[in-house]
């Protein structure tokens, strides 16, 4: 049930005894009715009601893993509700693709969704090499691989970028486990920390060879992109990236034209299929494929091409 370790240890009020059965009826609605229509209007009127700070709840997901997580945070609190990423597609395609035995890379890990999705897929046969560079999101990260018991991830504490060195990572709030954590400065993001970078050309020798990588470094894959020119020349993972949002055409180059130099083509995800798409920085999707299509990775894929 949703409810699961949903309350720290204290005697409830009343009141919170009644929110907490409301929150598990709304909770099974949202999760396990198939119509959609007007869903999201009763996901709006309740996900509005406030929580306390440090009211860290423990969900567990459609994906059968737990999640410790900060309500507070409107990501955290759509998961607490529906019960899952609200990458949907995604989500479907990696179930798809991912195979026991695999390894699977999350380079921007946050709290650990596609973490804990991948490392159920994979099994005990396989691997899951998470990145999170975040001190307060990589605890998120690390607490939610202790609730599953899983013994087949590594964490690493990096971003990863075109250069080695120490960079400050931006946020609103550390706390929340935002996900929408940035190398790149913006207004919305008062708090900042330093993190460490590494180029994945210097770390990939000693890490075990992906079948599949998910990358979401919040507009810097231009950076991760460049310092992984060799890995990527080397090996031929199936790549889902978060692209919306990145300067295409920059001082650094076009960065359509060096994913393309390596052999990658580039896919749009949709709710069946994916269809090849020859410049994203004019799509509406915010994630993508990308794969060498002359790879053996792209068997797990070519029947889903549209």
């Known amino acids: 049930m ?23 009826l709304v909770c099974g609605y949202l999760r396990r009715v198939p119509i959609t229509e007007g869903k999201g209007r009763i996901y709006r009127r309740f996900a509005r009601r406030d929580w306390p700070v440090g009211a860290f ?11 410790r997580l900060n309500p507070r945070n409107e990501e955290h ?15 479907a395609l990696l179930r798809k693709i991912i195979q026991p035995g695999d390894v699977f890379w999350d380079i921007g890990a946050n709290v650990g969704y596609y973490t804990c999705l991948a490392a159920t897929l ?10 999170e560079p975040a001190p307060t999101t990589r605890n998120f990260l690390e607490d939610n691989i202790r609730l599953n018991a899983f013994s087949n991830v590594a964490v690493l504490p990096y971003a990863v970028g075109e250069r080695n060195g120490v960079a400050a990572i931006h946020m609103s709030d550390p706390a929340l486990g935002e996900g929408t954590a940035s190398l790149n400065a913006s207004d919305d993001k008062s708090f900042s920390v330093d993190i460490e970078v590494r180029r994945l050309d210097d770390l990939y020798s000693s890490l075990p060879p992906p079948m599949v990588v998910k990358i979401d470094v919040e507009g810097v894959f231009g950076q991760l992109w460049r310092g992984a020119r060799g890995f990527f020349s080397a090996h031929a993972p199936i790549v889902m990236a978060e692209l919306k949002g990145e300067a295409f055409v920059s001082a650094a180059g076009n ?47 070519e029947s889903m091409v549209a």
């Open 122 to 131: 994979v099994g005990e046969p396989g691997r899951v090499v998470a990145f």
């Open 255 to 301: 960065l359509g034209e060096e994913i393309a130099a390596l052999g990658y083509s580039m896919f749009e995800i949709h709710k069946h299929s994916i269809r090849r798409v020859a410049d994203p920085a004019t799509s509406r999707k915010r994630n993508f494929i990308l794969v060498k299509q002359d790879s053996p990775a792209f068997a797990r894929l």
């Open 2 to 24: 949703a409810l699961s370790g949903r309350w720290q240890e204290r005697r409830l009020s009343a009141g919170e005894v009644m929110k907490s059965l409301l929150d598990q």
């Open 77 to 91: 609190r759509r998961i607490y509700y529906y019960g899952e990423h609200d990458e949907r597609y995604e989500l």
């Open 57 to 67: 709840v423990n969900v567990r997901t459609k994906d059968g893993f737990l999640l």
